[in-house]
């Protein structure tokens, strides 16, 4: 860390592949102890142009790289908050939070069409593919 801070980074990254889904609970749950130093540890994502962010929706990065993380948008209906906490307003309805319902007004926070940011017929999410294609 001292020799981080003294070449004026402040982080840096080092990806661990583990054998198994215990082991991998386990070290992301407790971290992991290097050189006497406890580090965190967080899932990798891995992330290319036809990745959708859990946050802002757009195409081409995940949750863990989103720069707009004080401003997140719907996949369901574009609106100001996470898909995870979308909520129909009709009373009676029987859908969860974060599901999408018939009484939704779908709406693409990324080309502004009628249909949710994942949908197939999305033009943003063809590009993305094609980008992902000719990498």
């Not at 402040?10 to 130093?37: D, H, Q, T």
């Not at 992330?47 to 948008?73: E, F, Q, T, Y």
């Not at 307003?89 to 502004?112: I, S």
Request: aromatic share 2%.
């Amino acid at each position: 860390m001292q020799k981080k801070k003294a070449e004026g980074k402040k982080a840096s990254s080092v990806v661990f592949a583990v054998k198994g889904s215990k082991m991998a609970e386990k070290v992301l749950k407790g971290g992991l102890s290097a050189a006497g130093v406890k580090y965190d540890v967080e899932k990798f994502m891995n992330a290319g142009p036809d990745s959708i962010c859990g946050v802002c929706s757009r195409w081409g990065h995940v949750d863990s790289n989103c720069g707009c993380l004080k401003m997140p948008a719907c996949m369901l209906c574009a609106g100001r908050h996470l898909t995870k906490d979308h909520k129909c307003n009709v009373v009676g309805c029987k859908a969860n939070a974060g599901q999408n319902c018939t009484h939704n007004v779908d709406k693409c926070v990324n080309c502004k069409g009628n249909h949710i940011a994942k949908a197939n017929c999305c033009v943003k999410k063809q590009e993305a593919i094609n980008v992902a294609r000719e990498e």
